[in-house]
């Protein structure tokens, strides 16, 4: 399934299924993925785009914005035409953009790193719901979204070691690769109002804006809200208890008091298997 990511398309086939307990279709998470990519605005999906009729003519078009310079002899070359949008800002662009930023960590170094590599900016996310009875990758670049899901109509697991990563991100691969390769990519829009900041993927650490290397990574923060390095929080899981959120459990598991006041086995120690249904890390 794919769709135009960029400010002048839609998306494009359907498929149903579920992820979690929540049912949706393919059709609905490529149209939402496609508004993290262009900003934030909405994005109206459609399977047909315009309809000519034998001399050409447009007798229907599904976009309905204003091209200002699209018909004018004097645009420069190269300059792109002014299009006049009236589509509802969702989203905030600045959020929009972080979360492609997240999503650009799951290609880069998370789950999805073994198996998309496109060489052009890329943001996506794995999904792998219980059992792996569906997986799924969502996919992005500067201007095409597309997403895989594979699954069977009468859900059952697709067998051990099955996960959006390793069986959709090939099948998002591959048709990418053909797809970047025709219409490109770049990097992605950054909106005005923030400025990045160099952390230490690893310790969370602020870094020097000189600093490089592979455990560095540049976040997009906005303006006035600078972030407060050094702290840590309580999720909610020690929470009523003394359990250690951030120790290590060692393998042979060990027995804690819980809140209320009975005793329970904690551990052994969880792996990414266990604990991951296909999230960024």
Known sequence: MI???????????KKKS?????????????????????GGERLEPTLVDRIQDREGR???????????????????EGAAPRII???DQVMDPITAYQLTSMMRGVVERGT?????????????????????????FIGFTSNIVAGCYIGHDRPRPLGRGTYGGNTCGPV???????A????????????????????????????PDEASGDYVVAEYFRDGAEPIFG?????????????PLFEEVNQAGRQVTTSSGGTAILGPKATSGTLSSGGLY
């Open 58 to 76: 447009t007798i229907y078009r599904h976009d309905d914005r204003d091209c200002v310079d699209c018909s004018s002899a004097l645009l420069p």
């Open 85 to 87: 949008t009236d589509r």
């Open 172 to 178: 998002f691969q591959q048709f990418m690769e053909k």
């Open 18 to 38: 579920e992820v979690g307990s929540q049912e949706t279709t393919l059709y609905k998470m490529v149209t939402a993925y496609a508004m993290f990519a262009n």
């Open 231 to 243: 702290l840590s929080y309580d999720g909610g899981f020690a929470i009523g208890s003394d359990l």
């Open 3 to 13: 769709g135009d990511a960029s400010r002048d398309g839609g998306a494009h086939l």
């Open 180 to 207: 970047t390769a025709k219409y490109g990519g770049g990097p992605f829009d950054v909106p005005p109002g923030g400025h990045f900041i160099k952390i230490d993927r690893f310790t969370g650490a602020r870094l």
């Open 112 to 136: 999805a790193a073994g198996n998309v590599h496109l060489g052009v900016p890329t943001a996506g996310k794995t999904g792998t719901t219980n059992e792996a009875r569906d997986v799924w």
